[in-house]
């Protein structure tokens, strides 16, 4: 036992109790990050399988899906997307694999998502966009990846958590439409993830929006 006449006792004690608190945090640290490891965390987060160009407010643009399968949601959830694509500049140089910014809402707060329900992801196809003189035909010609990232934070742990995924111009389906997975029932919403990835095709005009927009500043003029 420690007694007064050994000041060794007290000193081994106090350091007995101060590694035995470190060993117990460093081992409970561990096994929490072990289970809340945000890699799983992004296996729950879905994409749809393919990306659809179609017609929103009389504006041509390009749709993807996002969900979350957990109950619980991502703090500060971002998305962003990169277009990567080969090109000749007009001096003949050959620019490999260059990448270029694709608009999901940066300027208007679009690209900051509440995953409470799948979500529609919009770019909008104007004369800033990658996109701007890709039509029908010219979509069957490219060679391209589109890049997804998204990013967030994980509500149980306070740890970032990336997912990504990638579409190809094979995977780009012009005039089609996403069904919809969202339905009113006993007014409250239910959320069919069997028809998460499900597209339909559209009528639609095959002319890009960069001569859409010509056509229609032509009808005005006359």
Not at 101 to 109: F, M, Q, R
Not at 127 to 152: M, Y
Not at 176 to 189: P, Y
């Amino acid at each position: 036992m420690v007694t007064a006449s050994c000041p060794e006792g007290p000193v081994l004690l106090m350091m007995q109790s101060i590694l035995g608190s470190i060993i117990d945090a460093l081992l409970v640290g561990c096994m929490f990050v072990k289970i809340s490891r945000p890699q799983q965390r992004a296996q729950t987060l879905i994409f749809s399988k393919q990306c659809v160009i179609c017609e929103r407010d009389e504006m041509l643009c390009m749709l993807f899906r996002i969900g979350d399968l957990r109950e619980s949601h991502m703090v500060d959830a971002k998305i962003r997307a990169k277009l990567i694509k080969s090109r000749q500049t007009q001096e003949g140089e050959f620019i490999p694999l260059e990448q270029s910014e694709i608009n999901l809402g940066y300027d208007t707060g679009g690209d900051r998502l509440l995953l409470v329900e799948p979500q529609t992801i919009t770019h909008v196809i104007n004369k800033r966009s990658p996109f701007w003189e890709v039509g029908f035909d010219r979509l069957k010609r490219e060679s391209f990846e589109i890049i997804v990232i998204l990013e967030g934070i994980v509500e149980a742990s306070g740890m970032t958590c990336q997912a990504r995924t990638s579409y190809t111009e094979d995977e780009v389906l012009w005039g089609h439409r996403f069904e919809s997975c969202i339905s009113l029932e006993k007014e409250a919403f239910r959320v069919d993830y069997s028809a998460f990835h499900k597209v339909f095709e559209v009528q639609m005009s095959s002319l890009s929006a960069k001569d859409r927009n010509a056509a229609k500043e032509k009808k005005e003029i006359f």
